[in-house]
């Protein structure tokens, strides 16, 4: 499959340091005139008309956003493939309008989020889509000793054309979860816990229906509150799994997947903070043991503001996932990313990225195919953004992306380059 990549937007606002420097969200493409110019007045009235915009502690903060990018190859062709697309480079817009709840009573704590999603194409309008996201979460509280988190999400998105067989073509992807998890402080320093929840993608294309894929889970937790106020949990999770619309000749429909994992959150400076997420993974499969795993997985990422201006985030991770491969029936994926944000001004935010990323799909699905081979690839991207807020409800964002993969299937090797602009106000 190719893809296009997608940026998030950015807000600069008088948020603390650390708020506003990991502030993001998903931007909306749209490319009609009618949308141009609803938006044009939208954002007009945003930025010079509004007297009032969303304060700290608003329940109820609406936002519409509107985002143009241009993507030198939106397929993710090869330079071999480029002469099957009249062009390789398109331009789309994006735009979202929605709603963040953010609701306090007593001592519940409930997030909940909204938003609706117009994507459209320039030159490819048969990849137009309509896309939404929901959220909600509530953080409840039982007396001194119990806690946890009851919550639900769903979204429906594209997905993405860079890793589809042949030319790419319009799948939306809805992606469900609903969990549950309870905590109990049997001491001032320890606590034990108990979770559940269940995951599932489906594709809307028929052709794209064997990477479908539901799981259920639950888990176990026992952790520890350091003098310092760093955690530490040691944990067991259990995922039992299946492709549902796989083939019968596929050997890979069931899956059982077991997790020994060590999860901490360390404070380990007043200018670092530390999270990670280390343990052993068993992904068994129901009919033979080949197509098994069996290895270390984990992710470790950073914080470190070095004044109250700048910020670094860095991550490593080893994670195994589902495969969106017909002819894997997981992916084991490693890399590492690095990011940092400058507050040049109070209104002006300057932001780089860099991240590298290795897919290795593995184990045989049964699918016998002559000449296909399992994808193991590289992947290398960068970014540069610059935002700038000229009032706080009201962001402009410009920014530009390039990146290529390298693979030893040489039809997936892509190299691209984007540029976009977005507009973004929250009232």
């Known amino acids: 499959m190719r893809g296009c990549c997608r940026f998030s937007g950015f807000t600069t606002t008088a948020y603390p340091l650390r708020v506003l420097l990991q502030r993001t969200r998903a931007p909306v493409l749209l490319g009609g005139g009618l949308y141009r110019q609803a938006f044009a007045l939208l954002a007009s009235a945003a930025l010079f008309g509004l007297p009032a915009y969303a304060k700290e502690g608003d329940t109820f903060r609406p936002f519409v956003s509107y985002t143009h990018y241009y993507d030198s190859n939106l397929y993710r062709l090869a330079d071999s493939e480029k002469a099957l697309v009249p062009q390789s480079s398109d331009q789309y817009g994006v735009l979202s309008a929605g709603l963040n709840v953010d609701w306090q009573p007593g001592r519940q704590h409930v997030i909940a989020s909204a938003s609706k999603n117009l994507v459209r194409y320039s030159r490819y309008s048969n990849l137009d889509y309509d896309g939404s996201d929901y959220q909600l979460n509530w953080n409840w509280r039982l007396g001194n000793h119990w806690s946890g988190q009851i919550g639900a999400t769903e979204s429906a998105t594209q997905s993405s054309l860079s890793d589809q067989l042949g030319l790419p073509i319009n799948n939306q992807v809805t992606r469900e979860n609903q969990f549950a998890n309870a905590e109990w402080q049997f001491h001032p320093r320890w606590n034990v816990g108990v979770g559940a929840a269940a995951a599932a993608s489906t594709n809307s294309t028929v052709g794209l229906a064997p990477s479908d894929y539901e799981d259920t889970s639950v888990s176990a937790t026992l952790g520890y ?19 549902p619309n796989r083939p019968v000749t596929y050997v890979d429909r069931l899956y059982t997947q077991t997790e020994y994992n060590l999860l901490g959150d360390w404070n ?6 530390a999270r990670g997420k280390i ?29 109250g201006k700048t910020m ?26 690095l990011g940092a944000a400058w507050l040049v001004t109070s209104k002006i935010t300057l932001r780089a990225n860099a991240a590298f990323d290795n897919r290795s799909f593995e184990g045989d699905t049964g699918l016998v195919i002559p000449g296909l081979v399992q994808r193991d690839e590289d992947t290398l991207s960068g970014s540069l953004s610059l935002s700038y807020a000229p009032v706080r409800m009201a962001a402009i964002d410009v920014g530009l992306q390039a990146g290529r993969r390298d693979s030893n299937v040489s039809a997936n090797d892509y190299t691209f380059h984007s540029v976009f602009v977005s507009v973004r106000a929250d009232f």
Do not use: H
């Open 225 to 243: 509150t350091t003098p310092k106020g760093s955690k530490l949990r040691g944990q067991l999770r259990q995922v039992d799994g299946e492709y």
């Open 268 to 273: 380990l400076t007043g200018k670092l903070t």
């Open 279 to 307: 343990g052993y993974t068993q992904r068994e499969n129901d009919t033979q043991s080949q197509r098994d795993f069996s290895g270390v997985t984990g992710r470790v990422s950073a914080d470190y503001v070095p004044t």
């Open 312 to 337: 670094l985030t860095w991550a490593l991770y080893r994670e195994i996932s589902n495969s969106d491969d017909l002819n894997a029936t997981y992916q084991l994926q490693s890399g590492t990313s």
